[in-house]
């Protein structure tokens, strides 16, 4: 093997390169690492985003005290250690990797029924995190104008942990319409 310093320098480094280290797990031996395995042991590193921009995701409410799963269907635009799941609408992320915690943050843009009022709330495995509810109302003056809310939250994830925002009507048992809805997870 040359010396390292006679080797050319890459001007384009992505994740998937290699470098060269030991493997203390291993009896030491010398293995190849991408960069994006190495990269992933570092904190803030593992995160998801993933949207539902088609504008048509319609959640019926069946009560004024029940909470139910924002109907949408979640596209992943980016992840390590996430991928959206739970059927039938791929309305959840779900985290598959080591613990840490991660910031939870949630946009959405709703319509629904003039004058309603609206309650969000994030869930962890499908447990309404206590702290994370928000209500909207529905402009009387324009319902086809969608409101938009934030919901945010630090946990502790472990693997199969899964997060998704559940919805509520507590005016009525009209539907709400998410124009747009996005989910970020960010760990620490």
């Given at each position: 093997?040359?010396?390292i310093?006679?080797?050319?320098?890459?001007s384009?480094?992505n994740v998937?390169?290699y470098?060269?280290?030991?493997?203390s797990?291993?009896?030491?031996?010398?293995?190849?690492?991408?960069?994006?395995?190495i990269?992933?042991?570092?904190?803030g590193?593992t995160?998801i985003?993933a949207s539902d921009n088609a504008?048509?995701?319609?959640?019926?409410?069946?009560?004024?005290v029940t909470?139910?799963?924002l109907?949408?269907?979640l596209?992943?635009?980016?992840a390590?250690?996430?991928?959206v799941?739970g059927?039938?609408n791929e309305?959840?992320?779900?985290y598959?990797?080591?613990?840490k915690?991660?910031?939870i943050?949630?946009?959405?843009?709703?319509?629904g029924?003039?004058?309603?009022?609206?309650h969000?709330c994030l869930?962890k495995n499908?447990?309404k995190?206590?702290?994370?509810?928000q209500?909207?109302?529905i402009?009387a003056?324009t319902?086809d104008?969608?409101?938009t809310?934030?919901?945010?939250?630090?946990?502790?994830?472990?693997?199969s942990d899964?997060?998704?925002?559940?919805?509520?009507?507590t005016?009525?048992?009209?539907?709400?319409?998410?124009t747009?809805?996005?989910?970020?997870?960010?760990t620490?």
């Amino acid at each position: 093997m040359a010396r390292i310093s006679t080797y050319p320098i890459d001007s384009s480094v992505n994740v998937n390169d290699y470098v060269i280290g030991t493997d203390s797990e291993d009896s030491n031996i010398t293995k190849n690492y991408t960069i994006a395995s190495i990269v992933a042991l570092a904190p803030g590193t593992t995160y998801i985003n993933a949207s539902d921009n088609a504008g048509i995701s319609v959640t019926t409410i069946p009560d004024l005290v029940t909470f139910v799963p924002l109907d949408c269907a979640l596209t992943l635009n980016a992840a390590s250690s996430w991928s959206v799941g739970g059927a039938p609408n791929e309305h959840r992320i779900v985290y598959d990797g080591n613990t840490k915690f991660a910031i939870i943050t949630v946009t959405i843009n709703v319509t629904g029924t003039a004058g309603d009022d609206v309650h969000f709330c994030l869930t962890k495995n499908g447990v309404k995190i206590s702290g994370t509810s928000q209500k909207t109302e529905i402009p009387a003056d324009t319902p086809d104008v969608a409101t938009t809310l934030t919901l945010q939250s630090l946990q502790s994830v472990s693997k199969s942990d899964y997060f998704s925002v559940s919805v509520k009507n507590t005016t009525g048992t009209n539907s709400v319409t998410a124009t747009h809805y996005n989910i970020v997870a960010h760990t620490l």
